[in-house]
């Protein structure tokens, strides 16, 4: 269970270890072209919250899209439609872009469960 995974990591590393390091990029299943980034809404044992790193990672790589999944809530792709569901009703995931044309990032709350949209849309809102 996740919060013994949590406990052992926390008891195995040094308080150095828990504040000096950063998140990765890595490959995952593949059938969706985007970075998704769980837990975007928490700060992690560096002080720095995901989201925040989630905009650091677009900012080197501007044609990447972002799907940040908040603590409570899970994106779910049934075919060509996806849609967020919220484990305590406030929970949601976010679309994390670069803007071609100013370079900034611009996020947004993703469909909830009434609203689906399709995958297609999703991926394709690189503004």
Known sequence: DN????EHVLNELSEEELADWDYTKISALGFVNAMFVPHFDATGTNGMKRSEHAEDMLKKDPSTLAIGV???AAL?????????????????????VTCQESGEIKTSALCSKSNPVPVTTLLGCKQ
Do not use: Y
């Open 76 to 96: 779910v792709i049934v075919g060509n439609e996806a849609l967020a569901v919220s484990g305590d009703g406030k929970a949601t995931c976010h679309v994390v």
């Open 70 to 72: 908040e603590n409570d």
């Open 3 to 6: 919060t013994k995974n949590k």
